[in-house]
């Protein structure tokens, strides 16, 4: 990897790291256990002491979250 694409991956990673921490504290818990750490929605709904249907639905609107935040930043422009 060049350093050119080190710095697009590390503003990529910024960029993914602002968008979690935009999330309600909930979703971005189970995000964070989920899709960083790997946990089993099991594991997850076990640690956070929580159904695992309410697991589901924090990272089903966790993700979606996310998704609107990229498309906003987007459709700001280059000039953001």
Avoid: W
């Amino acid at each position: 990897m060049d350093i050119t694409e080190a710095v697009a991956r590390n503003q990529e990673l910024e960029l993914l790291r602002c968008a979690i921490q935009a999330l309600p504290t909930r979703c971005r818990q189970v995000l964070t256990l989920r899709k960083i750490y790997g946990f089993s929605q099991r594991e997850t709904a076990a640690e956070l002491g929580i159904a695992e249907h309410t697991v589901e639905i924090h990272t089903a609107v966790g993700t979606k979250k996310i998704n609107v935040y990229f498309r906003e930043l987007g459709s700001l422009g280059p000039h953001a």
